[in-house]
C-alpha cells in the first residue's frame, strides 16, 4: 500500500461510520470518494429536491434547515444523503454549509458499491437512514 493511500485510509477510519471496516475495505471505499471544497452559504442539499448523492462531513459545520428553521448542526464525522438513496424519497432537509467545509460525496453508483463493500458499514447506513426516516414521516 503507498504512503499516500496509508494516510487516506487512516482519515477515513477516524470517521466514526467507517470504524468497523478493514483496511481493504477502506481502501475500496477511498476509490470511490471524491473530496470537494465547499464554501460558506452553499446549499449541499435542498428539502423536496431528489437526491444523487451521498455525503460526509469532513471538515467544517452545515446547518440542517426544515422550511426556515435550522433544527440541527452536522459536522466531521457526520454522514446526509442515505435516506433518498435508500428509500427513493425527495431530500428531507435542505443542508446549508455553515463554515468553509471539506466533504466526501459518493454519487448513486458509488455509493451502493460502498455499501457492498462491507456489510457492516451497510448496516450502520441502513439504521441510521430508518431511525432519521421514522422520526420525519408522518404516523
Known sequence: MKRGQREQIEKLREVDL???CSDDELARIDH???QIEVEQGRALTREGEQGREFVIVVEGTAGVFKGD???AEVGPGSFLGEIGLLF???R???VKALTPMTIDV???REFR???ETSPDLRASIEDAARTRFGEI???
Do not use: R
Request: hydrophobic residues 45%.
Open 106 to 108: 459518493l454519487n448513486l
Open 18 to 20: 467507517f470504524a468497523s
Open 137 to 139: 414521516s408522518p404516523t
Open 92 to 94: 428531507t432537509a435542505t
Open 32 to 34: 470511490l470518494i471524491t
Open 69 to 71: 428553521e435550522q433544527v
Open 113 to 115: 458499491d460502498m455499501l
Open 88 to 90: 427513493d424519497v425527495p
